[in-house]
């Protein structure tokens, strides 16, 4: 029993002993897409959310995809590091890049349907 502990003890010493370390920018990481209510809206679980969406490795781009497409939508793409982005996205094409510029900052991507109905991701470099 003695052992175990011994053992357990500088484990977790080595683990609460490690130095923090600069994280570097999320790059391969999904980026979490919900549905935006509006005023009149129900709840956010009762809109089909289509949209999957992932920052790429080592490159300045945002992958857009669908998982069932649902005609062409309105995408912008902007930050507080001075991206302004906006185009249509024709979701029988199943996916498109988003170019970022990759510098530090809150991005916030919005998806507009034809039906009217808003989804919202957001990441931080």
């Given at each position: ?48 959310n289509p949209f999957i969406a992932e920052l790429e490795d080592g490159s300045a781009t945002v992958l857009l995809g669908v998982t069932s ?57």
């Amino acid at each position: 029993m003695k052992a175990i502990l011994a053992i357990a003890t500088v484990c977790f010493s080595a683990y609460w002993t490690v130095e923090p370390t600069v994280a570097a920018p999320l790059r391969g990481h999904t980026i979490l897409i919900v549905p935006k209510p509006g005023p009149e809206d129900g709840p956010r679980s009762s809109v089909p959310n289509p949209f999957i969406a992932e920052l790429e490795d080592g490159s300045a781009t945002v992958l857009l995809g669908v998982t069932s497409p649902c005609g062409t939508v309105s995408v912008s793409l902007t930050s507080t590091a001075g991206d302004n982005y906006s185009t249509g996205f024709d979701t029988t094409d199943g996916a498109i890049l988003l170019p970022i510029s990759g510098d530090a900052g809150l991005y916030t991507l919005q998806i507009t349907t034809p039906e009217g109905i808003q989804f919202v991701g957001e990441f931080t470099l």
